[in-house]
């Protein structure tokens, strides 16, 4: 998480805000440029109504950066738009020339859990200058999410403790513990959020963007989703296609599979994340002097490495432990950077082997991490739909952990934590979902819609994005063909066309596909390139703070 965000940052072991009733109170505005903790459920006043919800008023104030910085009511529950409501912070930038603008770009990170205004404040620097002189750039942190109320289920000491006790290479007897833990995690959710946690799914999310457009003043929206930003995205269009300017779906996500059919959605994911790290170590092997990991047998040496550390785990600077689990956490993550983290990849697992603290890989999940965790089960819990059946949920986790041996176990049998691996407590999860949206995915009359896919991406794999390309009515697919999770910034080419699509409404051709992927180096020159231990400072010291690739 990033740091550098307006409003103090908690620290240590932090009392976190827990939500055990949702508070009604006076309407009295706290700037967010001072409020550095989740935002305030409050009452909504009366705006005289006509049923609809009111459009947030946006008080700005500066906030540092040429940034600038505002609160926004919207109703907790849109099935009664003129009561409670809950607080978004929302920040932008604006265009440097206002009488040159063509209106606002949303920009969405993925998640679900991390913080649309820090992705704002992270990657306006680095938006091509068309983009920046066209458009004010706006982002918030969704309901449930950062400063707008975050969600919390388990503590930073709970988290802790089941992160620690977790294995890279589960036991035969794993997963009856998995699902009690699950059990437990579900439980405190409800216990510690289950107020708010009904409200947090995706449906609410897209009303609340259209809610913002408003606000702002535009008649359609422009908008940049990256991984589960696609999905908002989606979301959105299907409730509103009329209103919608231009979207880009970066990472696309299956949507009936996703909120509907969500077994057939994550087993896909863990064949995309084990198959990216399966086709890293194939790499490693035919180019040792780059990779330096395995002498001569890297799968070998990976199985054993995981093993190693759960036996014989490795102390951390801060007193903690790095075991087995550590490793397949922090690869799961870091794999995303694609080809041009392969040669730092390489390096952390040899100093790995070498029970040396000091590789990246060796870093446990931190409260940074669980600040992103706890909301990504949670909404993911309110989003899909499982079946009841703990027989169906017991052969589909062992069937994934068996069919994606290298991450896939760790994941399966471990403590909540990511995506592909909630079923075991979205199965328990108890309470009503009234902000879950279940389809038509189809957008019917939108403008033209850009998916972006890649080809070899770990996190949403590219099936994914062509099913949705095919699910809307007016989608268009781009290829990028290269490793690593999402397009826009990695790819010359995928940037070039999100940009005129983004800026003047100039939808790629049918079929096109960018190959423009930053190589690995070859065994001459034997360093990696400049740029490229870039992912391990995102990653690696930052947990899951969420940046645009940055083309190198």
Same mark, same amino acid.
């Given at each position: 998480?990033?740091?550098?965000?307006?409003?103090?940052?908690?620290?240590?072991?932090?009392?976190?805000?827990?939500?055990?009733?949702?508070?009604?109170?006076?309407?009295?505005?706290?700037?967010?440029?001072?409020?550095?903790?989740?935002?305030?459920?409050?009452?909504?006043?009366?705006?005289?109504?006509?049923?609809?919800?009111?459009?947030?008023?946006?008080?700005?104030?500066?906030?540092?950066?040429?940034?600038?910085?505002?609160? =926004?009511?919207?109703?907790?529950?849109?099935?009664?738009?003129?009561?409670?409501?809950?607080?978004?912070?929302?920040?932008?930038?604006?265009?440097?020339?206002?009488?040159?603008?063509?209106?606002?770009?949303?920009?969405? @990170?993925?998640?679900?859990?991390?913080?649309?205004?820090?992705? +704002?404040?992270?990657?306006?620097? &680095?938006?091509?200058?068309?983009?920046?002189?066209?458009?004010?750039?706006?982002?918030?942190?969704?309901?449930?999410?950062?400063? %707008?109320?975050? #969600?919390?289920?388990?503590?930073?000491?709970?988290?802790?403790?089941?992160?620690?006790?977790?294995? &890279?290479?589960?036991?035969?007897?794993?997963?009856?513990?998995?699902?009690?833990?699950?059990?437990?995690?579900?439980?405190?959710?409800?216990?510690? !959020?289950?107020?708010?946690?009904?409200?947090?799914?995706?449906?609410? #999310?897209?009303?609340?963007?259209?809610?913002?457009?408003?606000?702002?003043?535009?008649?359609?929206?422009?908008?940049?989703?990256?991984?589960?930003?696609?999905?908002?995205?989606?979301?959105?269009?299907?409730?509103?296609?009329?209103?919608?300017?231009?979207?880009?779906?970066?990472?696309?996500?299956?949507?009936?599979?996703?909120?509907?059919? /969500?077994?057939?959605?994550?087993?896909?994911?863990?064949?995309?994340?084990?198959?990216?790290?399966?086709?890293?170590?194939?790499?490693?092997?035919?180019?040792?002097?780059?990779? &330096?990991?395995?002498?001569?047998?890297?799968?070998?040496?990976?199985?054993?490495?995981?093993?190693?550390?759960?036996? %014989?785990?490795?102390?951390? =600077?801060?007193?903690?432990?790095?075991?087995?689990?550590?490793?397949?956490?922090?690869?799961?993550?870091?794999?995303?950077?694609?080809? +041009?983290?392969?040669?730092?990849?390489?390096?952390?697992?040899?100093?790995?082997?070498?029970?040396?603290?000091?590789?990246?890989?060796?870093?446990?999940?931190? /409260?940074? %991490?669980?600040?992103?965790?706890?909301?990504?089960?949670?909404?993911?819990?309110?989003?899909?739909?499982?079946?009841? $059946?703990?027989?169906?949920?017991?052969?589909?986790?062992?069937?994934?952990?068996?069919?994606?041996?290298?991450?896939?176990?760790?994941?399966?049998?471990?403590? @909540?934590?990511?995506?592909?691996?909630?079923?075991?407590?979205?199965?328990?999860?108890?309470?009503?979902?009234?902000?879950?949206?279940?389809?038509?995915?189809?957008?019917?009359? %939108? !403008?033209?819609?850009?998916?972006?896919?890649?080809?070899?991406?770990?996190?949403? @794999?590219?099936?994914?994005?062509? =099913?949705?390309?095919?699910?809307?009515?007016?989608?268009?697919?781009?290829?990028?063909?290269?490793?690593?999770?999402?397009?826009?910034?990695?790819?010359?080419?995928?940037?070039?066309?999100?940009?005129?699509?983004?800026?003047?409404?100039? #939808?790629? !051709?049918?079929?096109?596909?960018? =190959?423009?992927?930053?190589?690995? @180096?070859?065994?001459?020159?034997?360093?990696?390139?400049?740029?490229?231990?870039?992912?391990?400072?995102?990653?690696?010291?930052?947990?899951?703070? $969420?940046?645009?690739?940055?083309?190198?």
């Amino acid at each position: 998480m990033n740091q550098q965000a307006h409003g103090p940052r908690r620290s240590g072991t932090r009392a976190r805000r827990r939500l055990p009733r949702l508070r009604i109170a006076v309407a009295a505005a706290v700037s967010f440029a001072l409020a550095g903790t989740a935002a305030q459920v409050m009452a909504a006043e009366p705006d005289g109504s006509d049923g609809q919800p009111p459009v947030p008023s946006l008080s700005w104030s500066d906030c540092q950066g040429g940034f600038e910085c505002a609160n =926004a009511d919207v109703p907790l529950d849109y099935r009664d738009p003129q009561g409670k409501t809950i607080t978004l912070a929302v920040i932008r930038k604006k265009a440097p020339d206002q009488a040159k603008k063509k209106g606002t770009l949303f920009l969405q @990170p993925g998640g679900p859990g991390n913080s649309g205004v820090d992705f +704002v404040r992270n990657n306006h620097a &680095g938006l091509p200058a068309a983009m920046r002189d066209s458009f004010d750039v706006f982002g918030y942190d969704v309901r449930g999410v950062g400063r %707008s109320s975050a #969600v919390t289920c388990w503590d930073d000491q709970t988290y802790t403790r089941a992160i620690t006790a977790a294995k &890279g290479v589960p036991g035969p007897d794993a997963y009856e513990p998995a699902v009690r833990q699950a059990a437990a995690f579900a439980q405190a959710c409800q216990d510690n !959020a289950g107020e708010l946690a009904p409200y947090v799914g995706t449906e609410y #999310v897209a009303r609340d963007i259209d809610l913002l457009r408003q606000a702002l003043g535009e008649n359609q929206l422009t908008y940049y989703g990256r991984s589960f930003g696609s999905y908002i995205g989606t979301v959105y269009a299907a409730l509103f296609p009329d209103r919608v300017r231009a979207l880009v779906l970066d990472g696309g996500y299956d949507p009936e599979h996703y909120a509907n059919r /969500p077994y057939a959605y994550d087993r896909p994911q863990y064949l995309a994340l084990d198959g990216a790290m399966s086709r890293f170590l194939d790499w490693c092997k035919a180019d040792q002097d780059t990779c &330096g990991f395995g002498d001569g047998d890297p799968r070998g040496a990976f199985e054993k490495l995981k093993a190693d550390l759960d036996a %014989s785990p490795v102390p951390t =600077a801060n007193g903690g432990q790095a075991n087995g689990y550590t490793l397949v956490y922090r690869l799961m993550f870091n794999i995303n950077e694609g080809k +041009v983290i392969w040669p730092s990849l390489g390096q952390a697992l040899r100093k790995a082997q070498q029970r040396d603290n000091t590789s990246f890989l060796l870093r446990p999940p931190s /409260p940074a %991490s669980y600040d992103f965790l706890n909301p990504n089960v949670a909404v993911e819990c309110v989003d899909k739909d499982y079946p009841r $059946d703990p027989a169906l949920l017991k052969r589909q986790v062992t069937r994934n952990a068996e069919l994606a041996p290298l991450l896939g176990p760790a994941m399966a049998y471990g403590p @909540p934590t990511y995506d592909h691996q909630h079923a075991t407590t979205c199965v328990q999860w108890t309470g009503e979902k009234p902000s879950r949206y279940d389809g038509s995915f189809r957008a019917k009359g %939108s !403008a033209p819609i850009l998916v972006l896919g890649t080809t070899g991406d770990p996190d949403t @794999p590219y099936r994914d994005a062509v =099913a949705l390309s095919r699910q809307l009515d007016n989608g268009r697919l781009l290829t990028f063909k290269a490793e690593g999770h999402t397009a826009f910034g990695r790819s010359a080419c995928a940037t070039d066309a999100v940009t005129g699509y983004l800026v003047d409404l100039k #939808v790629p !051709a049918r079929g096109t596909t960018c =190959a423009d992927e930053t190589q690995p @180096p070859s065994a001459t020159p034997k360093v990696a390139p400049p740029g490229t231990t870039l992912g391990e400072l995102r990653n690696g010291v930052n947990e899951r703070l $969420d940046r645009l690739g940055s083309l190198r």
